[in-house]
């Protein structure tokens, strides 16, 4: 396998080391600075945060405050605002970054692929005609053009349309 260097990722790995079993997303909704957490938008009952291990450039997540596992066990208005922020997210990344198309979806549960199975979060991820290439099929590697902190500042505007 061939190695795409990325040493600013340590950083994030000790953080996460350091902090224990405690859950990422009840951690990152607590009150801090959201540009350094790479939350764009806090909403009434969810958040919208950056990906830090992303699919391609502009991945983010549209995750409930509520420590919640399980889709039928979000209220019908975290259903309602969680969409609505992905609606906006979509817009807002059209817009920002020339977004031509997207994956949106639910992860359920570890044997379904969610890294975090005990607290439900939606991935919105932007794509572009050409953006898969032979680097991950045959090289198992994913080149990202664009450091996070850019990625973040390129769509940040968007988000204060919705409100905060």
Do not use: Q
Request: proline content about 4%; glycine content about 10%.
């Amino acid at each position: 396998m061939e190695r795409l260097w990325a040493p600013w990722r340590m950083k994030f790995i000790e953080e996460l080391r350091d902090k224990g079993s405690g859950c990422i997303f009840c951690e990152l909704a607590a009150p801090g600075d959201d540009r350094k957490r790479l939350i764009l938008h806090r909403g009434e009952s969810c958040y919208a945060v950056m990906n830090r291990y992303p699919y391609n450039n502009g991945h983010m997540m549209v995750v409930p405050y509520r420590h919640e596992g399980e889709l039928g066990g979000l209220a019908a208005a975290e259903h309602r605002e969680m969409l609505s922020v992905c609606a906006h997210a979509v817009r807002i990344m059209r817009d920002a970054m020339e977004a031509e198309g997207f994956n949106i979806g639910l992860n359920i549960g570890a044997v379904a692929g969610a890294g975090v199975a005990d607290h439900i979060h939606m991935h919105l991820v932007p794509r572009w005609r050409g953006d898969s290439n032979f680097l991950p099929v045959l090289g198992e590697t994913k080149c990202m053009p664009e450091y996070l902190e850019d990625t973040y500042a390129r769509l940040i505007d968007g988000f204060s349309a919705i409100g905060r």
